[in-house]
């Protein structure tokens, strides 16, 4: 057997997954876990390709069994427990070995475990891994943050096993250090607030005009064949097609409506604040997460208040360009965070490729990210996605229709914190002259803060201050 080429440690869901999916394309790898039990049930699973697998008891032994410069997947927690695993293996590996990270972690501990690994010449790499358990085994979209030293060694087994688009793998080396697990972290930002914008709709669709799941479940299927096409919405049509296996009616209304979060929305938001930008598309749908899980207070409060909401009768023409026109604001605001980050950080991120590598094997993957990367290969003004040539026409068919639906919506009482945020984001851009110089005059009223004249007078301070 020729030597393994990589070592994966961690065989739960995803570590198996990618390891099935590196022997499946005849990349040889070896593996090992904490306990022994994942180490049986893999084999059994990779007894297909059992040629190119080496299985060892202990991490110690997988270090050893790997050629050097070694490559060494960690598939992990990304928090505490990517930490004690790095106090023990530092002493362990040589000069030039690269251990990844390909869970969801916080750019910030990628950036700091970089720099702890080439404090003792060794690489570390944050690979962002898009498409859950069914991607990571047959082809996920990878976003690779860490040195060009390790990137030459792991690139030809991500280019084997990532998802293709056109022949062209979903894969690529985005930066260094933490730029692979933040491009990753936006991505999830964007699946965010897609997939809230998508339950405004249903809602709209199911309370407002009185459609059955089963009825929305179709329209999303529809969609899905025209521009709007995307995982997402063919999910969503497939999701609502179900009815409960235990009766109690279409499978939607069984769930409780508490949605949970592992974070990388947050971060998203989170990130967007600090680097003096603001995804409000992203941050609608973080907010909605977090509203949606107090379920107790929301019962009180409707009992309280009142629940009702007035009927509605969208057109699904109108719904579908405000839907594409609302997807292209809600990609311009996660390429605007990419954009700071890449300043801030000196990544140089390339948007047209990320925009590529989401083409397929991702969650976000859609038709409208082939179009995506064409505008920023165009070279939009300003670098701003809604400002792209190409996007014209649907932006001028898509925003008064999404201004239709906002209004009515919200006049109906309906809650649409992704799809009116996107209008927010839109006419506050669009306005040379904004709502900033009173909230300017107040700061300069109450706390003497100064402001900066129209006409660039050196006067910095209003009458209010005699
Ligand atoms: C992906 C997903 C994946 C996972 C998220 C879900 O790209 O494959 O984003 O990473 O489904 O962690 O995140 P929440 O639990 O926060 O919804």
Redesign the pocket.
């Known amino acids: 057997m020729a030597d393994p080429q990589i070592g994966i440690y961690g065989l739960g869901t995803m570590g198996a997954a990618l390891a099935l999916n590196m022997a499946d394309n005849g990349i040889e790898i070896a593996v090992s876990n904490r306990s022994a039990g994942p180490i049986a049930e893999f084999m059994t699973r990779a007894e297909p390709f059992a040629d190119h697998v080496t299985a060892v008891d202990t991490l110690e032994a997988l270090i050893e069994t790997l050629p050097v410069p070694r490559l060494l997947l960690a598939m992990i927690p990304s928090t505490a427990p990517m930490d004690g695993f790095l106090d023990q293996v530092i002493p362990l590996l040589a000069e030039g070995d690269t251990v990844i990270d390909a869970g969801?972690a916080d750019f910030h501990s990628t950036r700091a475990r970089s720099a702890r690994l080439a404090e003792h010449g060794l690489h570390f790499v944050g690979l962002g891994?898009?498409?859950?358990e069914e991607?990571a085994r047959h082809g996920?979209s990878m976003m690779f943050g860490g040195s060009e030293e390790s990137w030459s060694g792991l690139e030809p087994i991500l280019s084997k096993i990532a998802a293709t688009f056109e022949g062209a793998p979903c894969a690529d080396r985005m930066g260094p250090d933490g730029a692979g697990h933040f491009v990753?972290t936006v991505?999830?930002g964007i699946?965010?607030a897609d997939m809230q914008m998508i339950a405004e709709v249903y809602d709209l669709l199911r309370h407002g005009a009185g459609l059955s799941p089963a009825e929305i479940g179709a329209q999303f299927a529809r969609w899905n064949d025209g521009p709007l096409e995307s995982y997402l919405f063919e999910i969503t049509g497939k999701v609502l097609s179900y009815d409960d296996p235990l009766g109690a009616g279409p499978m939607v209304d069984a769930i409780l409506d508490r949605a949970?979060?592992?974070?990388?929305?947050r971060w998203t938001a989170i990130e967007a604040v600090k680097l003096g930008q603001s995804a409000t598309m992203i941050e609608g749908a973080v907010a909605a997460r977090a509203w949606s899980a107090e379920k107790a207070l929301r019962e009180v409060a409707g009992a309280a208040l009142g629940a009702d909401r007035a009927a509605l009768a969208p057109d699904m023409g109108e719904l579908e360009a405000a839907l594409l026109a609302a997807r292209i604001l809600e990609y311009a605001q996660g390429f605007r965070i990419l954009d700071a980050a890449s300043a801030e950080y000196g990544w140089q991120l390339d948007f047209a490729r990320i925009a590529e590598i989401w083409r397929a094997g991702?969650?976000i993957r859609a038709r409208l990210l082939d179009d995506i990367s064409a505008a920023f290969r165009d070279g939009p003004p300003e670098r701003q996605l809604f400002l792209a040539p190409r996007f014209a026409p649907v932006l001028e068919r898509g925003i008064p229709a999404l201004r239709q639906l906002v209004s009515e919506g919200i006049a109906a009482g309906y809650p649409l914190p992704v799809l009116a945020s996107a209008l927010a984001f839109w006419d506050t851009l669009r306005q040379p002259r904004g709502t900033a110089a009173l909230i300017q005059a107040q700061r300069d009223f109450f706390g003497r803060h100064g402001f900066d004249r129209v006409d660039g007078r050196a006067v910095h301070h209003g009458p209010w201050w005699g």
Request: with cysteine; net charge positive.
């Open positions: 969801n891994v898009s498409g859950g991607g996920p990753k991505h999830n699946e965010y949970g979060q592992k974070g990388t929305g991702c969650i």
